[in-house]
């Protein structure tokens, strides 16, 4: 089951179970579609892998299967994927 990360890696916005702008890679590392497109041009910076709008849990199922609270804050990965790009 998705953890459904409450946190982009790169800027920290919340990304609450419904947000529509959370995307993830096939290990759940979780960003907002801005630093996606703008800085890690769709692929993760942890993996490689490609990024894709995360699915929403519809919110019955939240109560039993509830989203993560812990937060994973990364922003150096964002920065030196956004440093390699400009080389």
Known sequence: MLQLRPNCECCNVDLPPASTQAVICTFECTFCADCARDHLQGICPNCGGELVRRPIRPAAKLL??????????????CAAKVAGSAA
């Open 64 to 77: 039993n299967n509830p989203a993560s609270t812990e937060r994973v804050y990364k922003p150096q990965g």
